[in-house]
Nanobody, 125 residues
Framework: QEHLVESGGGLVQAGGSLRLSCTAS??????????MAWFRQGPGKEREFVAA????????GYADSVKGRFTISRDNLKNTVYLQMNSLKPEDTAIYYC????????????????WGQGTQVAVSS
């Protein structure tokens, strides 16, 4: 059974940094053939796109709200995707989810096939 497990969330002051990780496992889950993305869902809000990276790391994309502050990367040897979050703001407070899909760039969560359980990020002012 395929699994995505996020880690690295926590409580941080505004202006601080966190690095989220998402590690994939599963006998049939070929991590290096999947595009990966991070989404988040704040209190009372819909799930929204944060960042995505293609299977080869050739291309990345970011939501306007995080561009210049967040960086997505991946290590296919470790089956892991990362989200480096700098200059955090209180409005970044949310549960962060990683997701995987077959290659075809998308910011729509409905297009993603596999999801992690989420990791909480809280930013205090």
């Amino acid at each position: 059974q395929e699994h995505l497990v996020e880690s690295g969330g926590g409580l941080v002051q505004a202006g601080g940094s966190l690095r989220l990780s998402c590690t994939a496992s599963g006998r049939t889950f070929d991590f290096d053939t999947y595009d990966m993305a991070w989404f988040r869902q704040g209190p009372g809000k819909e799930r929204e796109f944060v960042a995505a990276i293609t299977w080869s790391s050739y291309s990345t994309g970011y939501a306007d709200s995080v561009k210049g502050r967040f960086t997505i990367s991946r290590d296919n040897l470790k089956n892991t995707v990362y989200l480096q979050m700098n200059s955090l703001k209180p409005e970044d407070t949310a549960i962060y989810y990683c997701a995987a899909k077959a290659p075809s760039y998308s910011r729509d969560p409905r297009d993603y096939d596999y999801w992690g359980q989420g990791t909480q990020v809280a930013v205090s002012s």
